[in-house]
């Protein structure tokens, strides 16, 4: 399928896990993609690996410095001539016990998944074209479903689910389409290295159970191209839970 020929992609946290998948499957249905990422070394990576028919332009550039936000949209839009689509997937994730949660992770948190994605939005609007722009944000299944030890977490991925509800209210007189993707557990760089500290009652975790097993980049990056794409053309505003089935 080349759903995505001559379709211009701004595209967030490319460098790996979701954002990496997502970038190559854009490309392999013909999207000219601007990828952006904090790491060079994952950017790098990934546009080696794109092939298809689309094709691939990489930044360095991180989601909390506004100055660079407004610096890298423009590029896009000048380096792709225009943006139709813009996928915000750069996110970090940390597990912390309330007791031990800090200001500065609350604030880191909130810098990157939300204020990052609300400033790419922002910057990214003027440019998407009306009664075909897209947006796709990616949340967490964490916004609204309880999930030990991950509090600001959870309270950062609410927020962009939250915003995303909201954005989409704002901008449909314009015919433009949000939609919030929250994936549940999958295998990607972003949730590998949070182990909980043994000293922790993680039992709760040992009650859930995905009927599906734990999601791949590649399936949410499913996803991504179906919520971005004019196979949703009647989707907005609502979010689209892709968990494996973990709180059915």
């Not at 890298?72 to 997937?89: S, W």
């Not at 609410?158 to 909201?166: I, N, P, R």
């Not at 972003?190 to 500290?197: F, I, T, Y």
Request: charged share 15%; glycine share 12%; with cysteine.
């Amino acid at each position: 399928m080349n759903r995505f020929e001559g379709v211009k992609v701004l595209l967030t946290g490319a460098g790996s896990g979701i954002g990496r998948a997502t970038a190559l499957r854009l490309v392999s249905e013909g999207a000219a993609v601007y990828a952006v990422d904090r790491s060079c070394e994952g950017l790098t990576g990934t546009a080696a690996a794109a092939t298809g028919p689309g094709r691939i332009v990489t930044r360095v550039a991180d989601v909390c410095d506004e100055d660079a936000v407004v610096a890298t949209v423009r590029a896009a839009a000048e380096g792709l001539g225009g943006i139709d689509v813009l996928v915000n997937v750069a996110g970090i994730h940390r597990t912390t016990p309330i007791a031990r949660l800090t200001v500065a992770d609350m604030e880191r948190l909130f810098a990157v998944n939300a204020v990052g994605t609300a400033l790419f939005c922002r910057e990214a609007l003027p440019h998407l074209p009306d009664g075909s722009g897209v947006i796709v944000n990616v949340a967490s299944s964490a916004a609204s479903h309880g999930n030990p030890y991950m509090t600001a977490y959870a309270a950062s991925k609410g927020a962009v689910l939250a915003f995303s509800l909201s954005l989409a209210a704002e901008v449909a007189y314009r015919g433009i389409r949000v939609v919030p993707l929250s994936p549940g557990s999958v295998a990607t760089p972003l949730a590998g290295p949070h182990v909980l500290p043994p000293d922790l009652d993680t039992s709760y975790y040992g009650r859930i159970r995905a009927p599906f097993g734990t999601g791949e980049p590649g399936q949410i990056a499913g996803v991504i191209a179906f919520a971005a794409s004019r196979d949703a053309a009647y989707l907005t505003g609502a979010e689209i839970r892709a968990d494996g089935g973990s709180h059915i």
